[in-house]
Each structure stands twice: as structure tokens, then as C-alpha cells.
């Protein structure tokens, strides 16, 4: 064996060791491997493949590969260095969902910030058409939440947040959403559907969030839907909502900036 294939062979065994105190310890009772295919196509240029797995004595458990590898010529063979962790995920359902972010999709008057994690509205003088939508379907019992990061003070509102039954690349974007049939929305301290305060006088009035304070809803397993003001839950706000369920902010009137909370 070259020194360079030694050299690959020690940093993929270091790879499926954690630290321990100083020590790097076998992973146990979790299998490995790891296989490579180096050849040349048709135009004779050098194509690399990779396949892993990993096996586990609880099946309920993930694991993350964070892999990198190079092709150089070392004693005159082409050697493919690998570096790289592997990292456990732990047993939470929560940690193979994808992060959530804003869909490209939004109302006219908002535009979409840090690789969809903010938005911001356009015109401050116009309070409507500012919705944007959560690239995809919320899972049950997960909660979106957002933080309110810029407030002007020249209207009497601000703020919805809710969800929405059908995709965001398919909705009909009204200039105020909380009118649509599609929505759950609340507004002030009223929760509203199809344009009817459907429940009032329901939590705390998000109108008078202030610049750094967070909002969120959530649907749960049982269809309820909940609504949470600085992670506080507000309690069942309705019932038999259908799934799936994408999320919806609207920066009405005085909400100028919100982003993502993970």
C-alpha cells in the first residue's frame, strides 16, 4: 500500500471516530462504509463516484456525512484524498426536515432577503400586497416562527401571520390574504378565514409587537391550529384544518422586516 493510500486510510478512519474526553473512540454498534469508483469517460477525463451507508443497532437513529475530497498525482498514481466528520443526528424526527425559508413567491410589495430567510417591504407607504409564504409544507406539531426586525409607526396595524391550504407557486395572491378562503390568518386579536373573524378577542394583540419580538403557529397531529407570541402559546385558535399547510406572513401596514426563527 502507497503512503498516500495509508494517508486516506487514516483520515476516513479518524472520520468514523468521536471525541470522547481526548480519545477518539469506535462508534458503537454503527456500521460504515464507504465505497469509490474512479475511472475515465468517454472523453478520457477522470470521473469520480461515491457511495455510502451506515447501518445502526436503533434504527431510529441519523447520521450526517460532511464529506470533501480532492484527485492529485502522488509517486506517479492518482490518489483521491477524502476528508471529512460524520456527525450523529440523534433520534429527533426534526433533524432530517429541511430548514425552512421564504418561497421565491411572494406579493408584489415584498422582496425576499438572505438566501430567503428575511423580507422586507418594498414601499413603506403601501400596506398591502406584502405577503410571502414558506418554501414548503410546515410538518405537523412544527412551529414557524418569525421575528419582527424593523416597525414603522405611521399605521394603526401591523403584522399577520398564519397559514395556507394549497401551494404558494398556485395561490391567488390578493393584495390583503387574510380575505382569502385559503387562509388561517390572525390579525390584531382576531383570527381570520375567507375574510371573517372566525374567533376574537383571541391571545395577545400582535399589533403591538415590538422590533425584536418573535411570532409563530403551528398545526398539530389533530388538525388544531395555535398561534405563539414570543414562544408562549396562545392556545387553539381552530379545528379541522386540512393538511398539508404552508406558512404566511403578511407585512401589513407598519411591519417592515421580519426574518426566520429556527
Keep these: 500500500m502507497s503512503k498516500c493510500w495509508k494517508l486516506l486510510l487514516v483520515l476516513f478512519i479518524l472520520c468514523e471516530c468521536v ?7 469506535p462508534i458503537g454498534g454503527k456500521s460504515i462504509s464507504l465505497s469509490i469508483n474512479s475511472e475515465k ?9 461515491f457511495a455510502a451507508s451506515a447501518e445502526f443497532s436503533n434504527s431510529s437513529e441519523r447520521m450526517h456525512f460532511d464529506v470533501k475530497h480532492s ?12 476528508k471529512g466528520k460524520i456527525n450523529d443526528a440523534g433520534a429527533t424526527y426534526a433533524a432530517s426536515i429541511d ?4 418561497h421565491k ?3 408584489k410589495n415584498a422582496a425576499i432577503m438572505d438566501h430567503g430567510r428575511a423580507a422586507q417591504k418594498i414601499s413603506n407607504d403601501e400596506p398591502a400586497y406584502s405577503q410571502v409564504f414558506t418554501n414548503r409544507p410546515l410538518e405537523d406539531n412544527e412551529i414557524f ?3 419582527l426586525d424593523q416597525k414603522n409607526t405611521k399605521f394603526s396595524y401591523s403584522l399577520g401571520i398564519g397559514i ?14 387574510w380575505k382569502s378562503p385559503v387562509t388561517w390568518i390572525q390579525h390584531h386579536g382576531t383570527i381570520h378565514n375567507n375574510g371573517q373573524g372566525i374567533l376574537a378577542n383571541y391571545g395577545k394583540d400582535i399589533n403591538k409587537l415590538q422590533a425584536g419580538e418573535r411570532v409563530g403557529v403551528m398545526r398539530t397531529e389533530f388538525g388544531t391550529l395555535h398561534f405563539f407570541v414570543n414562544g408562549e402559546n396562545q392556545g387553539p385558535a381552530a379545528s379541522n384544518i386540512p ?20
Design 145 to 147: 416562527e418569525i421575528k
Design 19 to 25: 471525541q470522547s474526553s481526548g480519545v477518539c473512540d
Design 243 to 262: 393538511s398539508p399547510v404552508y406558512g404566511i406572513v403578511e407585512l401589513w401596514y407598519n411591519a417592515m422586516k421580519v426574518s426566520i426563527v429556527d
Design 105 to 107: 413567491r411572494c406579493g
Design 71 to 82: 484527485a492529485f498525482e502522488c509517486d506517479g498514481k492518482r490518489t483521491i484524498l477524502i
Design 99 to 102: 430548514r425552512i425559508s421564504f
Design 41 to 49: 469517460n468517454k472523453s478520457r477525463v477522470w470521473e469520480d463516484t
Design 164 to 177: 395556507i391550504t394549497v401551494s404558494p407557486d398556485s395561490v391567488n395572491i390578493l393584495p390583503e390574504m
